[in-house]
């Protein structure tokens, strides 16, 4: 039917104007909108993981809204907690209800505070609340009239203003370009050795804060006295609490791993290689970074902002392995992506490996937020090493997602036939009896061959990708829940850890026999962990891997380590069925 309307119009000109010149051109202009409309009937949806960009807003509404994010922010941290936001956002007028609407969207992450960006999508939403339109997501989503949206009327706000400049010091007019400089947070110097003193409950200014401060206080002690970091998992650093979200892609070789990343970035990042040979050969860990650039796995691993430093444990042959991609990108200002070497078949690439390929996959999965495992349609075999490597991911299988790429290259009975292939070949590895989620698509810049699959195929292929991308979009906003998912999970793995170790400490003899007792104990290590379950009612799945802690353990002199101290566990104890939960609160919607 577009195309019947072109040839009327052009005919149309055409009989008035006698003019070959216009109609070419309007024939050009119509060709060329064709292909833009085609073009976007067949792209696909893009990631949008940012509430509102700051962008949105013009200049001048930033001035003013920098200046009411000063005078909410009295502590000058660059955040604005519950207690400040009642005070402020009263101004509006507004219901409760609106009031708790504005925050929810604002505060997506659900982080406990609201940083100038999030100020600023609370403020547009308020102003258009004022302006009488319902409150939700898709007011900000849609970007739509944001810059010319004027700021909202906050009662009595100028006359607090004034009174509030004749009071400022002029030195807490700092200013960088007309931006606000933040403070440093506090709670960086928590973690270092030099700092002993409590730390006090003002200085917690959110969710993350608090949990660092927790770690410090009642879960480190335990961690350090039981060797809980050489056993299970490094010590944590200030950086660990603050790193962006990760996503690792894991699969052998030639499914698609980097170019499913150049598909989400819409470029390579800095050192990527393509080709259908094993081509990525380190760890690769792509970052959001003033310009493109690569740093070696060394430099970055003793970068204090960088949460890498646990890498070290795997030694310089590792290290020289891993590098990482620095380049400019929306995207990776809110997610962090790791790409992996493929995973090759055969015996001979775990011997001659010079690291512990499961032992880092392991470290990044604990780290990770979701763990994307690519397959090829023609390559469906888990190959020994891949099952090994798959396994290492043990008690982290709510992030684990599996992508069927390239199944473009299959015709509808194919890819059907390959499915069910796919989902045996992963029953015998997950000894799980949950459904593992599993996308189908072709994940590249190329259009979906649909000689091949046929419209059906393409419909699917794309709703696929939405789904997948949702699950994306989904990271930054369940990133604060996923650090107090993953700290939980750690505090239940540390206690533990010191339960069993104080275990085989009360089982050795005083004087003689010691290295034949300990002998026995390693070797019956699996009746110890039952012994342990018993004594504690703890639930065996939180129990580590018996043959790595055999391993482990047979470098230390069992007798060397502390008894148990029950007021370290009673701690660590009530972090988890107290303090948590009282943070959790602490932090909440202000108008729940």
Known sequence: MTIIYGLVLIGVVFAYTRSVDIVLLLALVGYFSLKDSERKKNSYPALNLETVPISSCSKDHQKIYQEWFRFVDSDADGRITGSDAIKFFGMANLNRKE?????????????????????????????????????????????????????????????????????LPKSNENKVNGTAVVQQSPSALWFSPESSKKIPLSSVTSIIDGLKRLYVQKLKPLEVTYKFNNFVSPLMTDSDFDAKPMVMLLGQYSTGKTTFIKHLLKSSYPGAHIGPEPTTDRFVVVMSGPDER??????????????????????????????????????????????????????KQRTQRAYDFNGVTSWFAAKCDLILLLFDPHKLDVSDEYKRVISSLHGHDDKIRVVLNKADQSDTQQLMRVYGALMWSLGRVFNTPEVMRVYIGS???????????????KELFEKELGDLLSDLNDIPKKACERKINEFVKRARAAKIHACIISHLKAEMPAMFWKSTAQQKLIDNLEDEFKKVQGEHHLPPGDFPDVNRYRDILSGYSIDNFEKLKPKMIDAVDEMLGYDIPELLKKFKNPYD
């Open 99 to 167: 009031l708790k609407q504005v925050w929810a969207i604002a505060d997506s992450k659900r982080q406990g505070y609201l940083g100038f960006s999030e100020f600023v999508a609370a403020m547009q939403l308020v102003s258009h609340a004022q302006a009488g339109h319902d409150i939700t997501h898709g007011l900000l989503n849609s970007n739509v009239g944001l810059e010319s949206l004027k700021p909202p009327v906050m009662e009595g706000l100028d006359a607090l203003l004034l009174a509030n400049k004749k009071h």
């Open 443 to 457: 994940f590249n810049d190329k259009p979906v061959n649909e000689a091949a699959t046929g419209p059906v195929g």
């Open 294 to 347: 690569s740093i070696p796995g060394n430099t970055i691993a003793v970068q204090a902002d960088m949460p890498f430093s646990g890498l070290t444990t795997f030694g310089t042959a590792f290290l020289s392995k891993f590098e990482c991609a620095q380049m400019p990108h929306s995207l990776l200002e809110h997610i962090t992506i790791v790409d992996t070497p493929g995973v090759l078949s055969g015996e």
